[in-house]
């Protein structure tokens, strides 16, 4: 059976990911979805946001886990996520802000085929590495 991965990262942003890891060590991401910075992935030093029982773990990107809130998953379960990073101040929180780039989402939806692949994988809240 083919593997399909949920959540994927340019290069560029991997790029920026491997400096802030130099700079604050490991990172995780979490996606919240809503308005305001929670359309947009954060990213944080992992210890510093507590990832809860209602976040899904989805995949890792950079060697970084990224995680989603349980709500938003439902929203997005049929999408296929690419991390990418584009000029401009990201949120108050997450820690690419004063770098004058921000981390952004570029989604697709699934194929069918894919679809078919990840429907019948078992995601479970709080699911952690």
Do not use: K, N
Request: proline fraction near 5%; glycine fraction near 12%; charged fraction near 20%.
């Amino acid at each position: 059976m083919m593997s399909v991965e949920r959540v994927a990262i340019t290069g560029a942003a991997a790029e920026l990911v491997g400096e802030l890891a130099a700079e604050h060590g490991p990172l995780l991401f979490h996606q919240s979805g809503g308005c305001c910075d929670g359309s947009s992935p954060m990213c944080y030093p992992r210890g510093e946001f507590l990832v809860g029982d209602a976040d899904v773990l989805l995949g890792w990107v950079a060697g970084q886990p990224f995680y989603m809130s349980a709500a938003q998953f439902e929203y997005w379960r049929h999408t296929h996520l690419t991390v990418d990073v584009v000029p401009g101040r990201g949120g108050g929180f997450s820690v690419e802000a004063p770098t004058g780039r921000r981390f952004l989402i570029r989604s697709r939806v699934f194929s069918d085929e894919e679809a078919r692949v990840v429907e019948a994988e078992v995601v479970l809240p709080g699911l952690r590495h």
